[in-house]
C-alpha cells in the first residue's frame, strides 16, 4: 500500500458528461501528479501540484482541469467527456516538487465513457 | 525530440536465469532516470532511480540498474529472476516538454517469468 488513495475506483459514464476524480496524497507529501494510462498512449502526464499551487502541466487538454486543496487532497476534474478519455487515471505524490524524488502511486480511478 | 524507448514488449525469461529489461533515452542535459513497477490492477511501485554518482543502482526486490551515458541507456537486471517478478515494467525519465520538466515514460516491458 502506498497510503496514496484515489476515489472512485470504478467510473462508467455517457459522453458529453463531467466526472471529478479524488486523491489524497501520503502524509507528508505536498506534491501532487496526474497522469492518464490509456492502450494507444501509454502513461501520459497530465498536471502536477505543489501545496496547492499549479506546478507543471503536460499535454493536459483543455476539458481537463485540477486543483490541489488546503488539506493537499486534489481533484481532476473531466468534462465533455469523449470516447476517447476513457482510461486509467492515476495520481501520485512525493515530498517534494523536485523531480529526483520517487513518486508514489494511487490505485487508480478507471474511466469508461459509455 | 525528448524521448525514452523500452525497445521489447514483452520479455520472457526462465525462473533462476538473469533477466534484463531494456532502456534508453534521449534528453538533453543530464538525465534523471527511474524504473518502476506494475503489477494487474494496481499502481505503478517505484524500483530505483538515478541521479548522479555511481553507475550501478541497486533498488528494490534485488533489483539493479546500469546508467552508460555513451549508449544512452538505463537497463534493468536481476541476477535471477523469481515467478513473482512477472509485471509491466515502465522506464521513465526527466524531461523539458510542454514548457516545463516532467517524467516521460516508456510503453511498458511485460516481463514473464516461467517456472
Known amino acids: 500500500d502506498s497510503g496514496v488513495t484515489q476515489t472512485p475506483k470504478h467510473l462508467i459514464t455517457a459522453t458529453g458528461q463531467r466526472v471529478t476524480l479524488r486523491c489524497s496524497p501520503r502524509?507528508?507529501?505536498?506534491?501532487v501528479y496526474w497522469y492518464q494510462q490509456s492502450l494507444d498512449q501509454g502513461l501520459q502526464f497530465l498536471i502536477q501540484?505543489?501545496?496547492?499551487?499549479?506546478?507543471a502541466k503536460g499535454n493536459i487538454l483543455e476539458r481537463f482541469s485540477a486543483q490541489q486543496f488546503p488539506d493537499l487532497h486534489s481533484e481532476l476534474n473531466l468534462s465533455s467527456l469523449e470516447l476517447g478519455d476513457s482510461a486509467l487515471y492515476f495520481c501520485?505524490?512525493?515530498?517534494?516538487?523536485?523531480?529526483?524524488?520517487?513518486?508514489?502511486f494511487g490505485p487508480g480511478t478507471r474511466l469508461t465513457v459509455t | 525530440a525528448q524521448s525514452v524507448a523500452q525497445p521489447e514488449d514483452q520479455v520472457n525469461v526462465a525462473e533462476g536465469n538473469p533477466l534484463t529489461v531494456k532502456c534508453t533515452y534521449s534528453?538533453?542535459?543530464?538525465?534523471?532516470l527511474f524504473w518502476y513497477v506494475q503489477y494487474p490492477n494496481r499502481g505503478l511501485q517505484f524500483l530505483l532511480k538515478?541521479?548522479?554518482?555511481d553507475n550501478l543502482v541497486k533498488g528494490s526486490y534485488g533489483f539493479e540498474a546500469e546508467f552508460n551515458k555513451s549508449q544512452t541507456s538505463f537497463h534493468l537486471k536481476k541476477p535471477s529472476a523469481l515467478v513473482s517478478d512477472s509485471a509491466l515494467y515502465f522506464c521513465?525519465?526527466?524531461?523539458?516538454?510542454?514548457?516545463?520538466?516532467?517524467?516521460?515514460w516508456g510503453a511498458g516491458t511485460k516481463l514473464i517469468i516461467k517456472p
Open positions: 538515478y541521479i548522479t554518482g
Open positions: 501540484y505543489y501545496n496547492g499551487e499549479e506546478r
Open positions: 534528453v538533453s542535459g543530464n538525465p534523471y
Open positions: 501520485a505524490s512525493s515530498v517534494t516538487p523536485s523531480l529526483s524524488y520517487e513518486q508514489y
Open positions: 502524509s507528508g507529501d505536498l506534491s
Open positions: 521513465a525519465v526527466r524531461a523539458f516538454r510542454d514548457s516545463n520538466y516532467q517524467l516521460i
